[in-house]
């Protein structure tokens, strides 16, 4: 039987789920962390850096949540500033420059609500990323393996391909925010759930994400093996690829979502 | 149409069924507008003059086909895919009923309008959002529609100008309304590596995903005095980090400090501004 929407969003928020760094040790030979965005700061929230798939370098960008509370605290709950994302859009150009495939980590209630994130442009970060993705001309995938909120998501989520593990959601807004404003009652989260359909299955039908990723009841070690062997066979289709054509298969991957629902009124 | 058809055509509003009344008239039934900037009252009629604004230079809201009217030159609007509607494909609990509701009161069938006119007789893409569509938010049918413009822009070697004026984008049709973004700023992209030329003008209230893709993706910004501009609601912002908020905070003005506007025009302006720009970014290959 499967999982109600809710429960789904309860497993993603999971305090005991494995976040990006455990399966960036899992996947990875080496991972060499690059830190700043040389303009303002250092994110913390979000940690990327060249890696090695089985003797490939990658470039890795990924959303970290943390595991204790004082990692919580260091890790903004995996909320980025603007400073994050324009780090990611540093490490992106690299891996343009250096012909190395981007893989993305997802894993955030969504971008940060702050004064500072506004004053710094939160709001064109996110833009700057989107575009600078669907621009890239090296292969590009996105993992959300946690919760994927909305715009803050979506930044990192501009790839070729978007795979979601079984329990991970993607959403438009947070089931909680949907309720209050729908029914003025936050409470009412597990119905606005449902409502959205956030779940990756739903995802997968409206074809928005290519693959399920499933977790064998939370066995990480077994989840991460499937991975890496998805990576890699991805990677391998990936290659086949001129420099000049990753970018418009990326745009035309975008290009059709929601054309099936719209129509010419009569 | 045929004869029979033409015989029987309907001769004036009431025998069409009669007009639903304009939401703004409706409102302002006692034919004058309070000021919340100066606290004047202004008879409506003044107000219309002044392309909605006060004398104090407060801008109030306006409807996209009223902008269109201030901005546009007289006649020129030819509108685009003004029938495209998105089917509810999520089936979203009351989400058919805000529709039909905001179709009447409106009288649009979406939350933006799209279509090619000249502005100071230059020619130019233009979509305008409308801001009491559901707060301009974007569905597919949004998406879609200025996608489209953008491509139209692109085989016509016209510039867009966008007026933006959203929550953001529309909870009701989840994930695939959010895919708008991407897709938009894709569309946008190609445009921009094509040689397009894109300004923006930011008006109240433009937030949520709408700020985090096509509005800020403008080779200009400029915003209208006053306008909120943000990516988190400002009562989010509040709540999440419990301090006072500055004064203009996210107001155009705290977005032209904080660099993230080129500048403020008023009304008045725009149709010079928005000409002159246009034609100094004029293209050899242009019609």
Same mark, same amino acid.
């Given at each position: 039987?499967?999982?109600?929407?809710? %429960?789904?969003?309860?497993?993603?928020? %999971?305090?005991?789920?494995?976040?990006?760094?455990?399966? +960036?040790?899992?996947?990875?030979?080496?991972? $060499?962390?690059?830190?700043?965005?040389?303009?303002?700061?250092?994110?913390?929230?979000?940690?990327?850096? +060249?890696?090695?798939?089985?003797?490939?370098?990658?470039?890795?960008?990924?959303?970290?949540?943390?595991?204790?509370?004082?990692?919580?605290?260091?890790?903004?709950?995996?909320?980025?500033?603007? %400073?994050?994302?324009?780090?990611? $859009?540093?490490?992106?150009?690299?891996?343009?420059?250096?012909?190395?495939?981007? +893989?993305?980590?997802?894993?955030?209630?969504?971008?940060?609500?702050?004064? !500072?994130?506004?004053?710094?442009?939160?709001?064109? /970060?996110?833009?700057?990323?989107?575009?600078?993705?669907?621009?890239?001309?090296?292969?590009?995938?996105? +993992?959300?393996?946690?919760? !994927?909120?909305?715009?803050?998501? $979506?930044?990192?989520?501009?790839?070729?391909?978007?795979?979601?593990?079984?329990?991970?959601?993607?959403?438009?807004?947070?089931?909680?925010?949907?309720?209050?404003?729908?029914?003025?009652?936050?409470?009412?989260?597990?119905?606005?759930?449902?409502?959205?359909?956030?779940?990756?299955?739903? /995802?997968?039908?409206?074809?928005?994400?290519?693959?399920?990723?499933?977790?064998?009841?939370?066995?990480?070690?077994?989840?991460?093996?499937?991975?890496?062997?998805?990576?890699?066979?991805?990677?391998?289709?990936?290659?086949?690829?001129?420099?000049?054509?990753?970018?418009?298969?990326?745009?035309?991957?975008?290009?059709?979502?929601?054309?099936?629902?719209?129509?010419?009124?009569? | 149409?045929?004869?029979?058809?033409?015989?029987?055509?309907?001769?004036?509003?009431?025998?069409?069924?009669?007009?639903?009344?304009?939401?703004?008239? *409706?409102? &302002?039934? =006692?034919?004058?507008?309070?000021?919340?900037?100066?606290?004047?009252?202004?008879?409506?009629?003044?107000?219309? =003059?002044?392309?909605?604004?006060?004398? @104090?230079?407060?801008?109030?809201?306006?409807?996209?086909?009223?902008?269109?009217?201030?901005?546009?030159?007289?006649?020129?609007?030819?509108?685009? &895919?003004?029938?495209?509607?998105?089917?509810?494909?999520?089936?979203?609990?009351?989400?058919?009923?805000?529709? *039909?509701?905001?179709?009447?009161? @409106?009288?649009?069938?979406?939350?933006?309008? @799209?279509?090619?006119?000249?502005?100071?007789?230059?020619?130019?893409?233009?979509?305008?959002?409308?801001?009491?569509?559901?707060?301009?938010?974007?569905?597919?049918?949004?998406?879609?529609?200025?996608?489209?413009?953008? #491509?139209?822009?692109?085989?016509?070697?016209?510039?867009?100008?966008?007026?933006?004026?959203?929550?953001?984008?529309?909870?009701? =049709?989840?994930?695939?309304?959010?895919?708008?973004?991407?897709?938009?700023?894709?569309?946008?992209?190609?445009?921009?590596? &094509?040689?397009?030329?894109?300004?923006?003008?930011?008006?109240?209230?433009?937030?949520?995903?709408?700020?985090?893709?096509?509005?800020?993706?403008?080779?200009?910004?400029? *915003? =209208?005095?006053?306008?909120?501009?943000?990516?988190?609601?400002?009562?989010?912002?509040?709540?999440?980090?419990?301090?006072?908020?500055?004064?203009?905070?996210?107001?155009?003005?705290?977005?032209?400090?904080?660099?993230?506007?080129?500048?403020?025009?008023?009304?008045?302006?725009?149709?010079?501004?928005?000409?002159?720009?246009? #034609?100094?970014?004029?293209?050899? &290959?242009?019609?």
């Amino acid at each position: 039987m499967s999982a109600s929407a809710y %429960e789904r969003v309860r497993a993603a928020r %999971e305090k005991n789920r494995p976040t990006s760094l455990d399966y +960036i040790g899992a996947l990875f030979g080496t991972f $060499l962390e690059c830190h700043g965005d040389r303009r303002f700061a250092d994110d913390p929230a979000i940690v990327g850096g +060249i890696a090695e798939l089985q003797g490939r370098p990658v470039t890795v960008i990924a959303i970290e949540k943390g595991h204790t509370t004082k990692e919580h605290l260091y890790r903004n709950f995996g909320a980025p500033n603007p %400073e994050g994302y324009r780090k990611a $859009l540093r490490l992106m150009g690299q891996a343009e420059k250096f012909h190395r495939p981007v +893989i993305c980590f997802v894993d955030t209630s969504g971008a940060f609500c702050g004064i !500072g994130a506004e004053e710094r442009g939160q709001g064109q /970060a996110i833009a700057e990323s989107m575009s600078t993705m669907m621009g890239l001309q090296v292969p590009v995938l996105s +993992i959300v393996i946690g919760e !994927g909120g909305s715009g803050g998501a $979506l930044a990192l989520c501009v790839a070729d391909q978007v795979w979601m593990l079984e329990n991970a959601i993607y959403s438009v807004i947070s089931p909680e925010g949907c309720a209050s404003i729908l029914w003025r009652d936050a409470e009412k989260a597990a119905e606005a759930a449902e409502c959205l359909k956030l779940t990756a299955d739903s /995802a997968l039908e409206f074809g928005l994400i290519e693959e399920v990723i499933p977790e064998f009841q939370g066995n990480h070690e077994q989840t991460c093996a499937l991975l890496q062997q998805k990576i890699s066979a991805w990677l391998h289709q990936s290659q086949s690829l001129h420099c000049g054509q990753y970018a418009q298969r990326r745009f035309n991957r975008f290009r059709k979502i929601g054309t099936d629902f719209v129509q010419n009124a009569k | 149409m045929p004869f029979y058809q033409f015989l029987f055509r309907p001769k004036n509003e009431l025998e069409k069924g009669g007009r639903t009344p304009d939401p703004q008239t *409706a409102e &302002d039934s =006692e034919l004058a507008k309070q000021c919340p900037a100066c606290g004047s009252r202004l008879p409506l009629s003044m107000v219309w =003059e002044q392309a909605n604004t006060c004398t @104090c230079g407060y801008h109030f809201r306006m409807n996209a086909r009223q902008r269109l009217q201030c901005i546009t030159d007289p006649g020129s609007f030819q509108e685009r &895919d003004a029938n495209l509607t998105a089917s509810d494909a999520l089936v979203f609990p009351g989400y058919q009923k805000k529709l *039909a509701t905001m179709r009447t009161s @409106c009288r649009e069938l979406e939350g933006v309008l @799209c279509g090619r006119a000249t502005i100071s007789n230059r020619p130019c893409a233009i979509f305008v959002m409308e801001p009491y569509f559901m707060m301009g938010s974007m569905g597919m049918a949004v998406g879609e529609k200025i996608t489209r413009l953008f #491509e139209y822009a692109q085989k016509e070697r016209l510039p867009v100008v966008g007026f933006t004026a959203s929550g953001g984008a529309r909870m009701q =049709e989840g994930l695939l309304s959010l895919m708008q973004m991407a897709k938009t700023s894709g569309a946008i992209r190609q445009f921009s590596d &094509d040689g397009g030329f894109y300004l923006t003008i930011l008006t109240d209230p433009t937030t949520g995903g709408v700020t985090a893709s096509f509005a800020m993706e403008g080779d200009l910004i400029l *915003a =209208e005095p006053g306008a909120t501009v943000g990516f988190a609601g400002a009562r989010v912002v509040e709540q999440t980090t419990k301090r006072k908020l500055p004064d203009n905070f996210q107001k155009a003005e705290f977005m032209l400090q904080h660099g993230f506007v080129d500048g403020i025009v008023s009304r008045k302006n725009q149709r010079n501004v928005i000409g002159k720009l246009l #034609e100094l970014h004029r293209r050899e &290959d242009q019609p």
